[in-house]
């Protein structure tokens, strides 16, 4: 029997001794087995501290993001061969979707997070705070990677998304990561760590798989190390006190299961829209992944008047799921992960009838399709009714982790509450109501005990995400039972793998420190105006200080006829008194209108667009006949990312501020630019670069890749620039039009064509036969066909042409086709 091997140092690896059988869910059969005797924890965990963890944390948050969406398109478009092995969990299609797709959407979604970091391998928190009155001592806060290995105890019931939700996060903050599935579903963890690995993507070390129980993994965590666990409350109780834990003060986030409650609203009465939506929610919270779900609705919480239908109409949906082999399409609940959890189920729920009552499914019965019920660990849906929650408490104290279900009645608002919270604590709640008081009441006053709540109504139910669906952005964690941790959250969610520092000294050194220009530090003269450069030439701190305006009378008037804004300040002088104003007052609007002016630069240059403004203040008022003069300041620069049809760029916000004659501040704002990067891949081509190229081109060249000959490079090109000049249009495009302005914007970005590209039929027909008598003969008439290509737009600058693969093309796009394709064959037969 094969085992299941563990990426570790580097290596795929196999336990040394037999091992303990896997099992398919459906069949019972022996999938394989798993064995970690030999491993070497100690050397793994420090493996990741220091192979992986030395590159993770030298890159940018920027690079970090780009990391995770690259590994996110990758498995994206390999996800199929993941579902084969998911059916052997159990799991439908549906539940095989939201593992494997939703650990992929996780890894999307936290690359996305790179916006809101610095463009930097650490994060800067908050705002400065000033420490002193004169402005020269003051405090910050950086967070930086943590120099240790998060640990991932994983559960059984999501073995693809319980491993890409927490090493997102880890991988998004620096912090390399050692995953352990839970051994029934490891296989198919360990299949989509082999994709991982072998896509090379992550820097080696960035995630290692034990696939089995590890006894001693926290024997040897250290301070630096962050610990995570996901599963039984009372197992989780038990590791986060170990004595190693407890020592080396560690981070543990425990996500543990919870009795999450549902409530039903008083206003929701059958014939209701909400009323349909809570039958159907606490249905599909049931039976998706055979309730096997840390946020699946344990406990349903309805009026008391309305136990009945409840119970009925959640009995008819039951009737309706047809449970067997996940494979076939009729089936819409597969089994749970193994015999033994079948049991735990029904041990469970003997508990829990014994202050309840069964009213729906049965432990001894069930009918199955396409699958032996006795070969498979199946069981059917239950749901009981405990009429006395109040004081029959082991509904509150005892999870069924399968699909099951007890619906209890509540008298008022504040006892369903009460109820919610006598959970002791749980990831998520949930209330369908369409009355917003009542909605507004349950949430403020249970949101003490609840990780998430969702108030669900006819209006969100078309988008809804659901009661038991954990988004990337929020908060995945609950108090008390539920663990106390919070894992994902957007930015929240990294942070737990960042150390968060307060850094005090002088404006000017926390300048250096954070990369963000802090208040009254020292100047950086820049050389030139700071709107000549280029976004990575641009350094905090980079100012210029402008010349002086006088604001007049007639200014302020025109400003007002302008904008409508006839504000009594600005134009009824006669109405000053008791005011703040003195005199006629210069709007704020104007007065950063007229900064603008003073500092912008009026050529066209790297500075591209008006990005925005995030903060503004007057400070004091501006009369006509002052004198201001402006001294604009780099603060940050963000990286961006650019998919339209425009160059790569970046922002760099500004901070603006404005003196008056007597340089006494008297506004201040920042603003935003969106400023060109440098092209530093291309060499700009022109006939003077094509001549010396074609000079260094024999037929003896070979190329660097392809199959090409020198003669069939230059009269490939030759082909395309006779496109570009209006001789050749008989052709259809090659590129299917759904994604043409996708491919039209690639022309813009600084990235080299690719290498080994299949060309279009129509191309590589003309390549099938060579048209000159000599490579001299067709170097000739590249130059010539140049030509050709300049005179016609000399003579029709307006004019678009059509090219093959990316559309319709204008005069700048056809030269920027042109760079880009001259550039890719030259280097092909190494000629720049």
């Given amino acids: ?106 890894l999307f979604a936290n690359a996305s997070l790179r916006k809101l970091f610095p463009n930097q391998s650490y994060h800067v928190e908050g ?53 352990l599935p839970a051994p029934s579903s490891s296989y198919l963890a360990e299949a989509v760590a082999r994709v991982i690995i072998d896509s090379g993507i992550l820097p080696e070390g960035a995630l290692q798989i034990i696939n089995g129980t590890v006894r001693n993994i926290l024997d040897t965590v250290e301070s630096q190390d962050v610990v995570t666990f996901t599963g039984s409350a009372a197992t989780g109780r038990i590791l986060k006190a170990h004595p190693r834990i407890v020592q080396e003060a560690v981070p543990f986030t425990m996500e543990a299961d919870s009795l999450n409650a549902s409530i039903l609203g008083e206003d929701a009465v059958p014939g209701t829209p909400e009323f349909d939506l809570f039958i159907k929610e606490v249905r599909k919270e049931m039976t998706v992944k055979a309730g096997q779900k840390c946020t699946a609705i344990r406990r349903i919480i309805v009026p008391e008047k309305l ?40 041990n469970s729920v003997q508990d829990i009838a014994k202050e309840a009552e069964i009213v729906y499914g049965s432990l001894d ?45 509540y008298k008022s608002l504040d006892e369903a509450i009460t109820l919610a919270q006598m959970g002791k604590g749980s990831l998520v709640s949930s209330i369908a109501t369409f009355d917003d008081k009542i909605a507004k009441d349950y949430v403020v006053n249970a949101a003490s005990h609840h990780g998430r709540i969702l108030v669900l109504n006819r209006e969100n139910a078309k988008e809804s995400t659901g009661h038991g669906s954990p988004l990337p952005t929020l908060v995945h964690g609950g108090p008390g039972r539920a663990g106390g941790g919070e894992e994902m959250g957007g930015m929240r969610g990294v942070k737990h793998y960042l150390q968060r520092t307060a850094i005090q ?53 025109n400003f007002a006829n302008l904008t409508w804004d006839h504000f009594y300040a600005h134009t009824d002088i006669t109405s000053l008194d008791g005011s703040i104003f003195e005199k006629r007052t210069a709007h704020g609007y104007f007065i950063i209108s007229a900064a603008a002016g003073l500092f912008v630069y009026p050529n066209k240059g790297p500075v591209s667009a008006n990005y925005g403004l995030e903060e503004c203040r007057f400070l004091r008022p501006l009369y006509h006949n002052d004198t201001v003069y402006v001294r604009l300041t780099c603060k940050q620069k963000v990286d961006r990312d650019v998919a339209n049809a425009e160059h790569p760029s970046g922002i760099v916000k500004w901070f603006v501020e404005v003196f008056d004659a007597e340089d006494e501040l008297v506004a201040i704002a920042t ?53 570009s000049s209006g001789e050749i249009q008989d052709f259809e495009f090659s590129t299917p039009e759904k994604i043409m302005e996708k491919v039209h914007a690639t022309l813009y970005n600084y990235e080299p064509m690719p290498r080994n590209f299949s060309a279009p039929e129509r191309l590589e027909k003309e390549l099938e036969t060579l048209k000159h008598e000599n490579l001299e003969t067709a170097k000739q008439k590249l130059l010539e066909a140049y030509d050709d290509y300049e005179t016609y737009f000399k003579e029709h600058p307006e004019a678009t042409l059509k090219n093959i693969v990316f559309g319709h093309l204008n005069r700048y796009e056809w030269n920027l086709f042109h760079r880009k394709h001259f550039n890719h064959h030259f280097n092909q037969f190494g000629l720049l």
């Avoid at 008819?316 to 749970?336: C, H, N, Q, W, Y």
């Avoid at 050389?527 to 006088?550: A, C, N, V």
């Fill in 365 to 409: 019965k069930i009918e199955t399709i396409g699958a032996d019920a006795k070969k498979g660990a199946f069981i059917s849906p239950i749901l009981l009714r405990a009429d006395n929650p109040f004081e029959n408490t082991a509904v509150h104290e005892r999870e069924a982790f399968g699909p099951v279900s007890t619906i209890m009645p």
């Fill in 671 to 723: 603003i935003l630019t969106m400023v060109q990067k440098k092209q530093e891949m291309f060499t700009e081509i022109n006939k003077q670069t094509i001549q010396a190229c074609l000079n260094k081109l024999t037929d003896s060249v070979k190329p660097l890749w392809g199959t090409m000959s020198p003669q069939h490079m230059i009269e490939h090109l030759e082909y395309s620039t006779r496109i």
């Fill in 127 to 179: 705002d400065p705070i000033d420490l002193s009155r004169g402005g020269r001592f003051m405090a910050h806060h950086i967070m930086v990677p943590k120099k240790g290995v998060a640990v991932h105890i994983n559960a059984f019931n999501f073995p693809v998304w319980g491993m890409l939700e927490k090493c997102a996060v880890n991988w998004m903050a620096g912090v390399p990561a050692v995953v």
């Fill in 505 to 557: 000294g002088s404006p000017t050194t926390l300048t250096e420190i954070t990369g963000i220009y802090q208040p009254n530090a020292k100047y950086k003269e820049a050389e030139q105006h700071p709107f000549k450069y280029h976004w990575e030439d641009i350094q905090p701190g980079m100012s210029l200080k402008t010349h002086k305006r006088t604001i007049t009378d007639t200014d302020i008037i």
């Fill in 307 to 346: 136990v009945e239908d409840v119970q009925i109409s959640l009995g008819k949906a039951l009737d309706k799921v047809t449970i067997g082999d996940p494979r076939l399409k009729e089936v819409r609940m597969g089994s749970l992960i193994s015999k033994q959890q079948v049991e735990a189920v029904r």
């Fill in 1 to 106: 029997m094969t085992k299941i091997p563990h990426y570790v140092l580097g290596q795929w690896k196999e336990g040394k001794e037999e091992g303990s059988p896997v099992y398919d869910a459906i069949t019972g059969e022996v999938i394989s087995n798993i064995a970690i005797d030999g491993l070497d924890i100690p050397e793994i965990l420090q493996y990741g501290r220091t192979k992986g963890g030395e590159v993770l944390r030298k890159m940018t948050f920027q690079e970090r993001g780009n990391m995770l969406k690259k590994l996110a398109l990758y498995l994206t478009k390999r996800k199929n061969e993941f579902y084969d092995l998911s059916y052997r969990t159990g799991a439908t299609k549906i539940d095989s979707w939201i593992d494997i797709e939703g650990g992929f959407g996780n």
